[in-house]
């Protein structure tokens, strides 16, 4: 879509040109940007210009710039020991796009959208990624990516703020993970994605993306009973109604896929089963 409200481009070349005039948008692999009329927006910030590394493996697992495509992420060559690897592409499939779209979109335009739906927020959320972001006034803050998602649509990010990257611990990319997706429709977007990871030490992390306005986390020392998760499910807030889907058949479905996860997870880690979450 042609943005005619747009007078204005540049490609800076360093973070002090990140600081951002009025009616300035930061642009990075713009699918959803150009996808709709941006009316309040008159000047496009291109962060590409500035050609951050898509992918680092470091010795504390892997850095994820913000600029880096879906399709980038998805064909970083494996690596040995992260057996959570092909989760990437498991994320990348629950996108509602083509893959001419995965070569353009990108990771942290992904998060920074912030849809129930995000795909990357699910990747980043099951992952424990944590987000450097970079203020304004210089400084960085770091946060758990799936405490920046405040809504359907919405996060904590303050103006100004630029997300530099994310990053993946070793930790992580080292456990065993699963995801389950539904939708009404064949092709439509996911109307609740159910994922879960089991981890060396035995302790599992479940989370609900898509059916609820923001991921839902929940972990426990070991892999859970079915009844267990089945109420942690139940209980969890935040399910909604839209056109994907009605709040209580979110709520129902996820506690069937979330037993689907359960259940991979339990043949893959061979771990008793054990009872009571220790947070969410």
């Known amino acids: 879509m042609d943005l005619n409200t747009i007078t204005r481009f540049r490609r800076p070349r360093s973070r002090s040109e990140l600081v951002l ?8 692999g713009g699918t959803w940007l150009f996808s709709e009329p ?8 291109d962060l590409t210009a500035l050609e951050w590394p898509a992918l680092e493996v470091t010795d504390r697992g892997l850095r994820v710039a913000a600029t880096c495509t879906i399709a980038e ?42 849809f129930a739906a995000g795909a990357m927020v699910t990747l980043a959320a099951t992952l424990d990624a944590e987000a450097e972001i970079w203020r304004p006034d210089g400084t960085d803050r770091r946060a758990p990516v799936a405490g ?5 649509g919405t996060n904590s990010l303050a103006p100004g703020e630029v997300l530099r990257a994310i990053e993946i611990p070793h930790r992580a990319l080292s456990g065993t993970t699963a995801l389950r997706k539904i939708a009404l429709a064949r092709l439509g977007r996911s109307g609740a ?7 060396a030490d035995g302790s599992a992390l479940f989370v609900i993306t898509a059916a609820t306005l923001r991921p839902v986390l929940l972990r ?61």
């Open 193 to 199: 994605v159910l994922t879960g990871r089991l981890d």
């Open 38 to 45: 941006q009316p309040q927006a008159s000047g496009l910030v």
């Open 73 to 114: 992420l998805v064909g970083l060559p494996p690596q040995p020991g992260w057996t959570a690897q092909p989760f990437f592409r498991a994320c990348a499939d629950a996108l509602l796009m083509s893959f001419k779209i995965w070569g353009l979109a990108t990771v942290g335009g992904n998060i920074c959208r912030s």
């Open 220 to 280: 426990y020392p070991e892999l859970p009973d079915a009844d267990t998760l089945r109420a942690g499910v139940a209980a969890a807030s935040g399910y909604y109604t839209d056109p994907l889907g009605a709040a209580d058949w979110r709520r129902q479905v996820s506690q069937v896929l979330m037993e689907e996860v359960r259940a991979e997870l339990g043949q893959a880690g061979s771990v008793p089963a054990a009872s009571g979450p220790v947070g969410r």
């Open 21 to 28: 005039a009025p009616g300035e948008v930061l642009l990075a």
């Open 148 to 152: 920046l998602i405040t809504g359907n």
